[in-house]
């Protein structure tokens, strides 16, 4: 019966050494020295931008271990939009492109409630500050129709980016490049309240608006800026609201100073013992 045992179990084991040989062992080295063609990015596609047939390019690759959403042809990207910003040398997987067409301008889908982006037209070079405008500048806008007006409503402005005449995102944080040209600012998109919106359009159609760079790469100080816009905007359109809200603060400051042992009248000496007595 010991002998059955072992003679059975060395057949299984020759059995199995022969499946391992012949069969396993050539399936492995198939999936790890195969091939497939799959198609890669060859130039930067910002995010946002439709992929053109000049963007990418099939290449043959190991198939060993491919992500099963990798894009294995021209024709599942061409045509469609980048999700993400794309380099050379980048697989396209399908979470990284888009059928429809989406916004580049993170910032626009970032805008507070109460608030509204606005553009206004660059009339004239000088207008809008030369070409030297960038994104999160503070300035203040002033309106010349037949003199020079300062608007209460339009001291301090964020801008939110500057466009050329096609609506293309203009950088004025660098030089071009030996090979390219300059974008020309054609319009300014702003972040305003509904009240400087409504200034803003009207400026569009009545004289030119100039603007003047006023704070740029100093957060605290911007802040502080918009701030005491916004506090202007409620004096001059909201002023019962501004009072509700100071008065509100007095009470509370009101409040803590009453309830500050610090703040109440000392005691005399023997005061309280007289009061026994």
């Known amino acids: ?18 499946a391992i040989a012949f069969i396993a062992l050539p399936t492995i080295a198939k999936q790890t020295n195969g091939k497939t063609e799959i198609v890669h990015i060859v130039q930067p596609v910002p995010k946002g931008a439709q992929i053109t047939s000049k963007d990418v390019q099939a290449v043959e690759v190991g198939s060993y ?14 045509g469609k939009y980048a999700a993400v910003d ?38 004239t070079l000088a207008s809008g500050l030369s070409d030297k405008l960038q994104p999160g500048d503070i300035i203040r806008i002033y309106h010349y129709m037949d003199e020079a007006k300062d608007i209460p409503e339009l001291q301090f402005i964020k801008v939110l980016s500057v466009t050329d005449s096609k609506g293309i995102n203009v950088d004025n944080t ?16 702003v972040l305003a309240s509904p009240e400087q919106a409504k200034i803003i359009t009207g400026l569009e159609n009545d004289g030119v608006a100039h603007v003047a760079l006023i704070s740029r790469n100093n957060d605290k100080l911007a802040e502080e800026l918009l701030d005491e816009q916004d506090k202007m905007l409620l004096e001059l359109y909201y002023p019962e609201e501004l009072e509700s809200d100071e008065d509100a603060q007095g009470d509370e400051t009101e409040q803590e100073t009453s309830s500050d042992p610090a703040d109440q009248e000392p005691t005399a000496p023997g005061e309280d013992e007289n009061a026994e007595e």
């Not at 019966?1 to 022969?18: E, Q, W």
């Open 174 to 189: 660098k030089e071009p490049g030996e090979d390219e040209e300059k974008l020309q600012s054609a319009t300014i998109t």
């Open 86 to 123: 794309l380099i050379a040398g980048d697989y396209i997987l399908a979470s990284k492109i888009s059928i429809t067409p989406i916004s580049s301008d993170i910032v626009l889908s970032q805008i507070p409630s109460g608030k509204v982006a606005i553009s206004l037209t660059v009339k």
């Open 65 to 78: 271990n491919l992500p099963s959403n990798i894009a294995r042809t021209a024709e599942d990207v061409v």
């Open 1 to 18: 019966m010991k002998l059955n045992n072992r003679f059975l179990f060395g057949i299984l084991s020759i059995v199995l050494a022969a």
